[in-house]
């Protein structure tokens, strides 16, 4: 009877940790944009973020330490640039206004890069 519950207990703790790993990997490619690509979406838009905005921290997330070559305006500290602006985060391209995270693809897409 203990090996059977012990066995379980293995069975789940590898089934959890594959779990996790799988969830490491799929993720991986949403969390990090190369510098060249971050450099293109910003030469084509700004993103306009807010201070304790738990989406623009997503959004950051997905550039990983590409994020700095972003324009970005935190509409906490700038908000004179932000009068059109009512959701953060929220994207400037070709004119038109993009609510809320978009995905590095999407960006790609809209911005030309």
């Known amino acids: 009877m203990k090996k059977r ?22 993720n991986k490619p949403l969390q990090n944009t190369d510098k060249q690509t971050s450099k293109c979406i910003a030469s084509q838009s700004t993103l306009y973020i807010q201070l304790g905005c738990h989406a623009c921290r997503t959004q950051e997330e997905m550039f990983g330490e590409s994020y700095q070559y972003l324009n970005v305006v935190d509409c906490y500290y700038e908000s004179e640039k932000c009068s059109e602006i009512q959701y953060t985060p929220t994207w400037i391209i070709n004119n038109e206004f993009y609510i809320g995270v978009q995905s590095i693809d999407k960006l790609k897409e809209l911005t030309g890069c």
């Open 5 to 26: 519950v012990k066995n379980t207990i293995i069975n789940i703790l590898i089934i959890a940790a594959i779990i996790s790993l799988a969830l490491v990997i799929i």
